[in-house]
């Protein structure tokens, strides 16, 4: 079935400093969404984006659909505390298949 | 979106007990969903809860083991049966807005097996 790779694993960055992330498929998907889970919560709908080079902002987040469909990117700006947490990607096939996720820790 | 409940949030169970979760939803979908979590990873599809049919199941999972009711088109149950310490996961209750292609979830049910 289809996979999705998503990088980094983690992250390790200092308070202010500007977050990319992205995720990458073998196969073309019509949908890209990006979640952000915080520690024990459900995973909340960030960004969802449907055409091919689609840029897309949300606040200090910006996501991207890759022009291939094979790839999103998500970048957050002067990143604060409250950005900790996971971030997934997903893609729905038959059904939604997500990524395993970039884990934001921000250094005090 | 629609808000979703989950009950319980979390619960401590001894093994070969089965616990049940619940998932309401303030309106009507059509579409619910039921993921596991496990430590440290990512969301795992268990199966899709059909209102008045039975659930469709992913692979690996079965209904022995997962039963799983829809009676109506808000709310839905997951039962996790003959618990074992393996079944500590996160379980999530997730519905789908299938216009968009987008899933809201629960804040899950955090369970614990002795």
């Known amino acids: 079935g289809q996979q999705l790779n998503q990088s980094p694993q983690s992250m390790f960055i200092q308070e202010g400093e500007d977050v990319s992330m992205n995720c990458t498929s073998s196969?073309?998907?019509?949908?890209w969404l990006w979640y952000k889970q915080d520690p024990g919560e459900g995973p909340v709908l960030l960004i969802a984006?449907?055409?091919?080079?689609e840029l897309t902002s949300n606040g200090r987040l910006t996501a991207q659909f890759g022009i291939t469909r094979k790839d999103s990117f998500l970048n957050i700006s002067a990143s604060i505390p409250s950005d900790v947490g996971i971030y997934f990607c997903a893609g729905p096939d038959d059904k939604i298949i997500f990524g395993k996720g970039t884990r934001l820790h921000i250094l005090p | 979106s629609a808000v979703i409940s989950q009950k319980p949030s979390r619960d401590i169970c001894q093994r070969g007990t089965s616990l049940t979760i619940q998932c309401q939803v303030d309106?009507?979908?059509?579409?619910m969903f039921w993921y596991r979590q496990q430590p440290g990873q990512s969301l795992t599809l268990i199966a899709t809860?059909?209102?008045?049919?039975?659930?469709?199941?992913e692979s690996g999972f079965v209904i022995d083991k997962f039963p799983i009711s829809r009676p109506n088109l808000t709310f839905s149950t997951l039962t996790v049966s003959n618990m074992s310490p393996e079944d500590s996961s996160i379980y999530l209750c997730?519905?789908?807005?299938?216009?968009?292609?987008?899933?809201?979830f629960g804040a899950g049910t955090r369970l614990s097996v002795l």
């Open positions: 309106s009507q979908v059509t579409m």
């Open positions: 984006l449907y055409k091919a080079g």
């Open positions: 809860a059909n209102q008045g049919s039975e659930a469709t199941y």
């Open positions: 997730s519905v789908g807005q299938s216009a968009k292609n987008i899933q809201y």
């Open positions: 196969s073309i998907f019509n949908t």
